[in-house]
């Protein structure tokens, strides 16, 4: 028997067995339109966006798209501790589940959420009206249950803890979602890129780097675009790499194009989840 | 309830309730470049010159509370916020607290107030909010008819029913208790 039990961790059988799959037929596809072969450049993968499944917080929110997915739970308005501030305070905690990345990441170690939860905040205060709730926090703790790239996890994370706060029916300027485009080397701009065409993306900008020293030739960039599709606004923009402004204009118009298609699902996953609760004490 | 009339934060309410003349913003919604948009998910209403919208729960600032006794000092009840609005607070594992100051109980006679005789543990009370009170607590106020203790047990454990303005009466035993009572609706 093992001496030293770790009572944090679900132990694991002791023998696993990989899953046996049923094979592919012929000219079957991989499951899910995931793949750029099956989708335009200006096109998004699906979203399945569910709000109300974590019954303990005051509103959550769980998101899939692409390879991402998060738990979101809000918890609030709660009384705050003293000292006094007449604006609401807005906690934001992201948590990478071990699972969650690859190569698997030691539990509670990364430094990897901070920025990020830095990142968010920054993107969702302008959606919150805080000045409504003096005296009182928002406590916002999206677990990351599977992560491709840091910037979808920021958009899927925007969009995922407007769903949640929406639901715990705290007041907001509007519904804040988020996008990724990216311009590849060959000036192609695709939206919602995967992980593979991000590393492709990186991987040509370090050789470029090496060879013409400061300059990257025909120019390729990644841009997160936090915007509130129902007011107009954009709350965020967030890129890297270097790009022609003509480029770069094009690359934010396709990134708000794309943020109002979100908006329509979060939308209509918002309503669902209404018509769900009931609203105002009616069913 | 179709879902057509539920709105979603940063929608505009629809024309038919923002008819001029412009309607005040209730709670639930904001005006922002002369439209007025719903802030959270809820159903719009206009009551005469204020238009709100009503989501699942209040959460927003509290202006009419409804609460339970949890500490009594001479000078102070300190109580726990159960409802705003006549709306539940959300659940949270912390609640708000407020204070009522002894000389925010009665209109009159302020300075003749005895804290054991308006308020006891567990009673419960509707009160205005004040201010928003120190750094713990929102201060509270039963300065009004029809604030105060709404229902409250004697000291047998039996339901008391009010009688007067500053007593309530055990049915079953008879005995009267003295309570900063609230004015029941309707009378």
Redesign the interface.
């Known amino acids: 028997m093992a001496t030293a039990f770790d009572r944090r961790r679900i132990p694991a059988p002791e023998i696993s067995i990989p899953p046996i799959y049923e094979p592919l037929l012929d000219g079957e596809a991989e499951a899910g339109p995931s793949k750029r072969v099956d989708r335009a450049n200006d096109e998004a993968r699906p979203i399945f966006l569910k709000t109300g499944l974590i019954s303990q917080a005051n509103g959550s929110g769980y998101i899939e798209s692409g390879g991402v997915k998060i738990a979101c739970s809000v918890y609030g308005p709660r009384p705050k501790a003293p000292p006094y501030t007449p604006q609401g305070t807005l906690n934001l905690e992201v948590k990478f589940a071990p699972f969650a990345s690859d190569p698997r990441g030691a539990p509670l170690r990364d430094t990897e959420p901070i920025h990020l939860s830095q990142l968010l905040t920054q993107s969702l205060i302008p959606a919150i009206q805080l000045d409504q709730f003096p005296k009182s926090s928002i406590d916002i703790y999206l677990l990351i249950l599977e992560s491709d790239t840091p910037s979808n996890v920021l958009s899927a994370g925007l969009t995922v803890s407007s769903a949640a706060i929406a639901d715990a029916g705290i007041a907001m300027n509007g519904l804040g979602t988020g996008s990724v485009v990216l311009t590849d080397q060959n000036g192609e701009i695709l939206v919602d890129p995967e992980e593979s065409e991000e590393i492709a993306l990186q991987s040509q900008a370090q050789a470029q780097g090496q060879g013409q020293g400061q300059g990257q030739g025909n120019g390729a960039g990644k841009l997160l675009v936090g915007a509130l599709p129902a007011l107009g606004k954009v709350t965020n923009l967030y890129m890297e790499g270097e790009v022609e402004v003509d480029q770069a204009i094009q690359m934010i118009e396709k990134a708000i194009a794309a943020s109002r298609d979100t908006h329509t699902v979060l939308a209509q996953s918002l309503l669902e989840g209404a018509l769900e609760r009931g609203i105002g004490g009616e069913a | 309830?179709s879902?057509s009339t539920?709105l979603?934060?940063?929608?505009p309410l629809p024309s038919s309730l923002t008819a001029p003349p412009l309607p005040a913003c209730g709670s639930?919604c904001?005006e922002?470049n002369g439209r007025i948009?719903a802030?959270?998910?809820?159903?719009p209403r206009r009551d005469g010159s204020v238009v709100s919208v009503?989501?699942?729960?209040?959460?927003?600032?509290t202006p009419d509370v409804g609460s339970v006794v949890s500490r009594l000092t001479p000078q102070q009840a300190h109580l726990t916020l159960t409802t705003s609005n006549d709306?539940p607070l959300?659940?949270?594992?912390?609640?708000?607290?407020g204070v009522i100051r002894i000389s925010d109980i009665r209109l009159t006679e302020r300075d003749k107030i005895k804290m054991g005789e308006c308020f006891r543990l567990g009673d419960l009370v509707k009160a205005k909010v004040l201010s928003?009170g120190?750094?713990?607590s929102y201060y509270l106020s039963t300065a009004a008819n029809e604030l105060g203790v709404m229902y409250a047990v004697s000291e047998a454990g039996n339901p008391l029913l009010p009688v007067s303005y500053q007593e309530m009466e055990d049915e079953l035993t008879g005995t009267r208790e003295k309570r900063k009572v609230a004015k029941p609706e309707g009378i």
């Open positions: 309830m879902s539920i979603l934060p940063g929608q639930g904001y922002s948009l802030s959270i998910v809820g159903i009503i989501g699942r729960e209040e959460s927003g600032n709306r959300p659940e949270t594992s912390e609640e708000f607290q928003l120190d750094a713990r």
